[in-house]
C-alpha cells in the first residue's frame, strides 16, 4: 500500500553506535494544564528509543503539539512529556527551550550519550510547516543521523518530514515500520467481509479515501457530522445540522458508487438531536431518518446503534475513522462510546479491527477499550492517505532511491 513502492532503510540496519541520533516523534499529545492524559503516543515510540539508548546514542527528540501557527505560545508546549519520558525510560531526560539555535546547540553539546534531549516545539517557527530550507538546515546540524518514528506527521511536507532527510543519512524507527506493516497487511489483503466505519464533522477531506475503500470494502458505515451531507443527497430533511452544500454532488456519487459495487452502505437511520450546542442541552430522538426542522444532529441514535452492532458483528476486518457525534461534549458521546465498546466485542470474538485518528482513539480510551482493539494507528490522517494510495511525503522524502 505504499510501502512497496519505495525502498526505506530501517533504523536495526543502521550504523549508530555512540552517534548523536536527531528522532522525529509523534509527541502531539492531549494535555490537561501541564497533564499528558494520553500517553500512548509516547508509549509507542519506546521500542526505537530502547534500540537507541542500547547503541548509547545521544537522542535528540523533534516533535510539534497542536496548532501553534508559528508562534511561542505556552499552553502548546513539549514540556509535560518530560517527566513522562524519564519514568518510562529510566534515564536523564532534558529539555530545550527552543528547537535550534545556540541554546538548542548547547544542550546538545553538554548531555552524556545515553541521555535524551526533548526540544521544544517544532511549530513555535513558522519555517517548520513552510519546509524551510535554513530550517531544516539547523535541524539536522544538530546530530549525525535522522530516524523517522512519527508515524502521524508523514503526510506533511514539514521540514522535520522531508526537509532533514537531504543532510543526514536516514532510516525509518519501529513505529513506523509497525503501521506500515499492518496497514499493508491488513487493510492491502482483508479477510472478508471487510467494513469500513467513518465519521467525523466533513466529508470534504475523505472524499478521495472513500471512492478508494468503496473498491475494496463489502459494507460502509458513515457517522459524525458528515452524515448530513449524505441525507441531504438523497433529499433527507436535516433541520440544521451541519451540511457541505459544495459536497453534496461529490455525496451523491459515493451513493451511486456503492450502489453500482455492491458494497452496502448505510448511513444513520436515527439521531440525537438538539436546538443548541452545549453541554447539558436538552436531546430528543428523532424516529426516523430526517431531522426535525430547527433540531440539530449530534449523534447517532440507537436504532443506528443496533444496525451499525449487526453490521459490525458479520465482519471479519473492521476499519474506523472519525466519531460518530460530538462526543467530546456530554450527553453527545454515546454513540460513539457504544461502537467502541462493540469494535471490542467483535475484536474478542476474532475479528481484526483497526482504529484510526486521535478523535478516534480518543473515544477509545473514554469507552476503556484502547487495548481491546486489534491495532491502534497512531496517525488518523497518514492511515487515510496510506489507504487513498498516496505515496506520503514523509516516506518518499527517506526513499534510498531519491
Same mark, same amino acid.
Given at each position: 500500500?505504499?510501502?512497496?513502492?519505495l525502498?526505506?532503510?530501517?533504523i536495526q540496519d543502521a550504523?549508530?553506535?555512540?552517534?548523536?541520533?536527531?528522532?522525529r516523534?509523534d509527541?502531539?499529545v492531549?494535555?490537561e494544564?501541564t497533564t499528558v492524559?494520553?500517553?500512548?503516543?509516547?508509549q509507542?515510540? =519506546?521500542p526505537?528509543?530502547k534500540?537507541?539508548?542500547?547503541?548509547?546514542?545521544k537522542i535528540? +527528540?523533534?516533535?510539534h &503539539? $497542536?496548532? !501553534?501557527?508559528?508562534v511561542?505560545?505556552?499552553?502548546?508546549?513539549l514540556k509535560?512529556v518530560?517527566?513522562v519520558?524519564k519514568?518510562?525510560?529510566k534515564?536523564q531526560?532534558?529539555f530545550g527551550?527552543?528547537?535550534?539555535g545556540?541554546?538548542?546547540e548547547?544542550?546538545?553539546?553538554?548531555a552524556?550519550?545515553?541521555?535524551v534531549?526533548?526540544l521544544?516545539n517544532?511549530?513555535?517557527?513558522?519555517?517548520e510547516?513552510?519546509n524551510?530550507?535554513?530550517f531544516?538546515?539547523a535541524?539536522?546540524g544538530?546530530?549525525d543521523?535522522?530516524i523517522q518514528?512519527?508515524?502521524?506527521?508523514?503526510h506533511r511536507?514539514?521540514?522535520s518530514?522531508?526537509?532533514?532527510?537531504?543532510? =543526514?543519512p536516514?532510516?525509518?524507527?519501529?513505529l513506523v515500520?509497525k503501521e506500515l506493516?499492518? +496497514?499493508?497487511?491488513t &487493510? $492491502?489483503? !482483508?479477510q472478508?467481509?471487510?467494513l469500513?466505519l467513518?465519521?467525523?464533522?466533513?466529508?470534504?477531506d475523505?472524499?478521495?479515501?472513500?471512492h478508494r475503500?468503496l473498491?475494496?470494502v463489502n459494507?460502509l458505515?458513515?457517522?459524525?457530522?458528515m452524515?448530513?451531507?449524505?441525507l441531504?443527497?438523497?433529499g433527507?430533511?436535516v433541520?440544521?445540522?451541519?451540511?457541505?452544500?459544495?459536497?453534496?454532488?461529490?455525496?451523491?456519487?459515493i451513493i451511486e458508487?456503492?450502489y453500482?459495487?455492491n458494497?452496502?452502505f448505510?448511513?444513520?437511520?436515527?439521531?440525537?438531536m438538539?436546538?443548541?450546542?452545549?453541554p447539558?442541552?436538552?436531546?430528543?430522538?428523532?424516529?426516523?431518518m430526517?431531522v426535525?426542522?430547527?433540531?440539530i444532529?449530534v449523534?447517532?441514535?440507537?436504532?443506528?446503534?443496533?444496525?451499525f452492532?449487526e453490521?459490525?458483528?458479520?465482519?471479519?476486518?473492521?476499519?474506523w475513522?472519525g466519531?460518530m457525534?460530538?462526543?467530546?461534549m456530554?450527553?453527545?458521546?454515546?454513540?460513539?462510546?457504544?461502537i467502541?465498546?462493540?469494535l471490542?466485542?467483535?475484536t474478542?470474538?476474532?475479528?481484526?479491527?483497526?482504529?484510526g485518528?486521535g478523535?478516534t482513539?480518543?473515544?477509545?480510551?473514554?469507552?476503556?477499550?484502547?487495548d481491546k482493539?486489534?491495532?491502534?494507528?497512531t496517525?488518523?490522517?497518514a492511515?487515510l492517505?496510506?489507504?487513498?494510495?498516496k505515496?506520503l511525503?514523509?516516506?518518499s522524502a527517506?526513499s534510498?532511491?531519491?
Amino acid at each position: 500500500m505504499g510501502k512497496q513502492a519505495l525502498k526505506l532503510k530501517r533504523i536495526q540496519d543502521a550504523e549508530l553506535k555512540d552517534k548523536k541520533v536527531l528522532v522525529r516523534v509523534d509527541y502531539n499529545v492531549p494535555l490537561e494544564g501541564t497533564t499528558v492524559t494520553d500517553q500512548t503516543r509516547i508509549q509507542e515510540t =519506546l521500542p526505537t528509543l530502547k534500540h537507541l539508548l542500547e547503541s548509547n546514542c545521544k537522542i535528540i +527528540l523533534l516533535s510539534h &503539539l $497542536g496548532r !501553534p501557527k508559528g508562534v511561542v505560545d505556552d499552553k502548546f508546549s513539549l514540556k509535560p512529556v518530560v517527566p513522562v519520558l524519564k519514568q518510562m525510560l529510566k534515564t536523564q531526560v532534558h529539555f530545550g527551550v527552543d528547537c535550534m539555535g545556540p541554546d538548542a546547540e548547547k544542550l546538545v553539546a553538554k548531555a552524556k550519550p545515553g541521555e535524551v534531549i526533548l526540544l521544544e516545539n517544532l511549530r513555535f517557527h513558522p519555517e517548520e510547516e513552510k519546509n524551510d530550507t535554513s530550517f531544516a538546515k539547523a535541524l539536522a546540524g544538530l546530530g549525525d543521523y535522522f530516524i523517522q518514528d512519527a508515524f502521524g506527521a508523514l503526510h506533511r511536507s514539514h521540514a522535520s518530514t522531508v526537509g532533514i532527510p537531504k543532510y =543526514l543519512p536516514s532510516a525509518i524507527g519501529y513505529l513506523v515500520q509497525k503501521e506500515l506493516e499492518f +496497514l499493508d497487511r491488513t &487493510l $492491502g489483503n !482483508p479477510q472478508r467481509p471487510f467494513l469500513a466505519l467513518l465519521g467525523g464533522a466533513k466529508i470534504s477531506d475523505k472524499i478521495g479515501v472513500i471512492h478508494r475503500l468503496l473498491e475494496r470494502v463489502n459494507t460502509l458505515l458513515i457517522g459524525g457530522g458528515m452524515t448530513y451531507t449524505f441525507l441531504a443527497a438523497q433529499g433527507v430533511s436535516v433541520g440544521k445540522s451541519l451540511v457541505e452544500k459544495d459536497k453534496i454532488q461529490d455525496a451523491e456519487k459515493i451513493i451511486e458508487e456503492a450502489y453500482n459495487r455492491n458494497v452496502a452502505f448505510l448511513v444513520p437511520a436515527d439521531h440525537v438531536m438538539v436546538k443548541e450546542i452545549r453541554p447539558g442541552a436538552p436531546t430528543l430522538v428523532s424516529q426516523a431518518m430526517a431531522v426535525q426542522e430547527d433540531w440539530i444532529g449530534v449523534d447517532i441514535g440507537p436504532h443506528t446503534v443496533e444496525l451499525f452492532s449487526e453490521k459490525i458483528a458479520e465482519s471479519k476486518t473492521i476499519f474506523w475513522n472519525g466519531p460518530m457525534g460530538i462526543f467530546e461534549m456530554e450527553p453527545f458521546s454515546h454513540g460513539s462510546v457504544e461502537i467502541a465498546k462493540i469494535l471490542a466485542q467483535a475484536t474478542e470474538a476474532g475479528a481484526v479491527t483497526v482504529v484510526g485518528g486521535g478523535d478516534t482513539l480518543a473515544v477509545l480510551a473514554k469507552a476503556g477499550a484502547a487495548d481491546k482493539m486489534t491495532h491502534c494507528s497512531t496517525g488518523g490522517g497518514a492511515s487515510l492517505e496510506l489507504l487513498e494510495g498516496k505515496v506520503l511525503p514523509g516516506l518518499s522524502a527517506l526513499s534510498q532511491e531519491n
